[in-house]
T-cell receptor
Framework: NAGVTQTPKFQVLKTGQSMTLQCAQDMNHEYMSWYRQDPGMGLRLIHY???????DQGEVPNGYNVSRSTTEDFPLRLLSAAPSQTSVYFC???????????FGPGTRLTVT | AQTVTQSQPEMSVQEAETVTLSCTYDTSENNYYLFWYKQPPSRQMILVIR??????QNATENRFSVNFQKAAKSFSLKISDSQLGDTAMYFC??????????????FGKGITLSVRP
């Protein structure tokens, strides 16, 4: 049981490049989320999903896209990277009954 | 909208002593969960303790306990017998209970705790 996995752990992009952050969970959780963590800001919700085929925007969705074709996977796409997207990104999935969120190890992204 | 406030950005405690981290929140909801997460230098988010709003009894997990004051909307974390491994950033978080969709966590800005040897 791997829990929530994220790849890559580190990434450096140039402004304007695109990339996909991968997230997968093996706990059969319906609920998955993406957060970004910036110094002094806590974690802020980017997008979330309540099941395959269903996604919605969180607090800071601009510049990011998501899709959910399977229960296990929830990738986050940066269409045209900007320096303001330099951050640490966390994927999480939630247990339906306990409301506990399980976090992946995070991806540190730097956009130059 | 819910807000979570952690007003102390940093705290320091001597090893083996007790420290309390403060958190207040604002909500009009009656049914919700409160959490404390620990983030050590490895950056992994680790659940420390969880409190259900409808339970009056304060949650405890080994050396960690909370003081949940629902009317005052206060949710403080007490760490007893502090250990060097407790050095980390601690986040307070709120989650509304839904029967359907949105399960987002609203986080405070965090507090950096340093345990001195």
């Amino acid at each position: 049981n791997a829990g929530v996995t994220q790849t890559p752990k580190f990434q450096v992009l140039k402004t304007g490049q695109s990339m996909t952050l991968q997230c997968a969970q093996d706990m059969n959780h319906e609920y998955m989320s993406w957060y970004r963590q910036d110094p002094g800001m806590g974690l802020r919700l980017i997008h979330y999903s309540v099941g395959a085929g269903i996604t919605d925007q969180g607090e800071v969705p601009n510049g990011y896209n998501v899709s959910r074709s399977t229960t296990e996977d929830f990738p986050l796409r940066l269409l045209s990277a900007a320096p303001s997207q330099t951050s640490v990104y966390f994927c999480a999935s939630r247990d339906r009954d306990t409301y506990e969120q399980y976090f992946g190890p995070g991806t540190r992204l730097t956009v130059t | 909208a819910q807000t979570v406030t952690q007003s102390q950005p940093e705290m320091s405690v001597q090893e083996a002593e007790t420290v309390t981290l403060s958190c207040t929140y604002d909500t009009s909801e009656n049914n919700y969960y409160l959490f404390w997460y620990k983030q050590p230098p490895s950056r992994q988010m680790i659940l420390v303790i969880r409190q259900e709003a409808y339970k009056q009894q304060n949650a405890t997990e080994n050396r960690f306990s909370v003081n949940f004051q629902k009317a005052a909307k206060s949710f403080s974390l007490k760490i007893s017998d502090s250990q060097l491994g407790d050095t980390a950033m601690y986040f307070c978080a709120f989650m509304k209970v839904f029967t359907g969709a949105n399960s987002k966590l609203t986080f405070g800005k965090g507090i950096t705790l340093s345990v001195r040897p």
